[in-house]
């Protein structure tokens, strides 16, 4: 057996091909946790042309919803910043309901109120009882 025959069975030994499995199995392993975003890099944060805009304090238009921007993260947008504007408009839309509830309420008070007033008038005129002068 010459040397040639030698190097070109060494390929061949089952030692050889279970290495280069494992080394296959290994490098397949090793992009799925970066790829998952369980390894991470040594980069630093990266940048964005577009700043984070977030609603407005205050009473809040439907403007200010159109007018919100989110940073772009690494696989969509930054999970902290849409949750603190998810929780600004439910908070704002729950005081929103409990305005109109308020004022619906008022609503009707004044116009049993008013109801209730006008019972007591027997003509219904605005100015019965007063006497014109003539």
Do not use: I
């Not at 030692?15 to 799925?32: E, K, M, P, S």
């Not at 116009?111 to 003539?134: C, I, N, R, T």
Request: proline fraction near 4%; glycine fraction near 10%.
């Amino acid at each position: 057996m010459n040397a040639a025959e030698a190097l070109s069975g060494a390929w061949h030994d089952r030692t050889v091909q279970l290495f280069l499995v494992l080394v296959a199995l290994a490098v397949v392993a090793g992009v799925a946790a970066v790829a998952l975003g369980h390894v991470r890099g040594v980069l630093d944060e990266p940048t964005h042309s577009r700043p984070y805009r977030p609603l407005p304090e205050g009473r809040l238009e439907p403007d200010d919803v159109d007018d919100v921007r989110f940073s772009l993260a690494l696989r969509g947008y930054r999970m902290e910043e849409v949750d603190a504007v998810l929780t600004r408009l439910s908070v704002a839309l729950a005081e929103r309901d409990d305005e109109v509830r308020l004022l619906r309420d008022k609503l009707v008070e004044r116009d049993e109120a008013k109801d209730g007033d006008d019972d007591g008038h027997e003509d219904g005129g605005e100015d019965g009882g007063e006497e014109v002068p003539g």
